[in-house]
């Protein structure tokens, strides 16, 4: 396999494109999941009020490390 320092030395020096410069989304790709989230809807009377609903959601983050299966350890879990 290769190193990713080569990779990041060849991106430079060909086209003089800094890796660690470049946003998530270009270096990690996206990543879709389903998190609760509030919105605010009208209920039968009239009133305003929050409630929860799962909401898809893009990331471009690193998948590899432990901080995201720490924050979405539900992808794990087993259904009950």
């Known amino acids: 396999g290769t190193l ?30 389903r998190e609760l989230t ?14 929860q609903k799962m909401v898809v959601q893009i990331q471009h983050c690193d998948i590899i490390g432990d ?3 720490r924050e979405h350890p539900e992808i794990l879990s087993k259904a009950e």
């Open 38 to 51: 509030p919105i605010d809807v009208v209920d039968k009377d009239g009133k305003s009020v929050q409630r």
């Open 67 to 69: 901080a995201f299966w």
């Open 4 to 33: 990713s320092r080569d990779k990041h030395e060849l991106l430079f020096s060909e086209f003089g494109v800094n890796y660690n410069n470049e946003l998530e989304i270009f270096k990690k790709g996206s990543v879709l999941v």
